[in-house]
């Protein structure tokens, strides 16, 4: 399903490389995990981690979130469940991420995402290093009916902005 040495190769974190090891032993030979087959609590310091865009009614509504642990709510300082992406995110470069996050669903493969950002209602000290894994779910092999997401946030010394560094999977 996903390279392990190309994850590592595009500095992809211990997080993101379990998270890419937990998946290839759900998968066996199929391309596409099923997300409704996964159990999470198998990987609990994970979970919080986690987010998944439910793209069973497909992206046109936008981005919206199936489910999102503890560490991404409290990034964006509430429960995202139900929530749309495009409604509750308050960083730069919104074009160029959610389109890799669509082309997920569009294209049927995966993405990592790096780039630093700032959040502005977080006010000072918010500069984040980001690293962010989404993958296409499908439980029948053929339409993609969600994305499971892995991001790992970290603080820095630089308040420069980062292009993202999108490449595909």
Not at 4 to 19: I, P
Not at 67 to 88: P, W, Y
Not at 120 to 141: F, Q, T, Y
Request: net charge negative; aromatic share 12%; glycine share 8%.
């Amino acid at each position: 399903m996903i390279d392990r040495e190309y994850l590592q190769f595009l500095g992809a974190s211990e997080k993101h490389l379990r998270l890419a090891d937990f998946l290839a032993e759900q998968t066996e030979s199929a391309h596409f995990v099923d997300y409704a087959s996964l159990n999470l609590m198998a990987i609990p310091d994970l979970v919080p981690h986690i987010w998944v865009l439910d793209f069973r009614d497909g992206i046109s509504a936008g981005l919206l979130f199936k489910f999102s642990g503890t560490k991404i709510d409290e990034r964006f300082g509430e429960n995202l469940m139900g929530k749309r992406l495009e409604e509750v995110y308050d960083g730069h470069f919104n074009d160029q991420v959610f389109n890799a996050y669509r082309d997920v669903y569009r294209k049927r493969q995966g993405v990592f995402v790096t780039r630093s950002d700032f959040y502005e209602r977080h006010g000072e000290n918010s500069e984040r290093s980001i690293a962010v894994m989404l993958l296409p779910c499908s439980s029948n092999g053929l339409k993609i009916n969600y994305g499971l997401g892995l991001t790992t946030f970290e603080l820095t010394d630089n308040s420069d902005l980062a292009e993202p560094q999108i490449t595909f999977l």
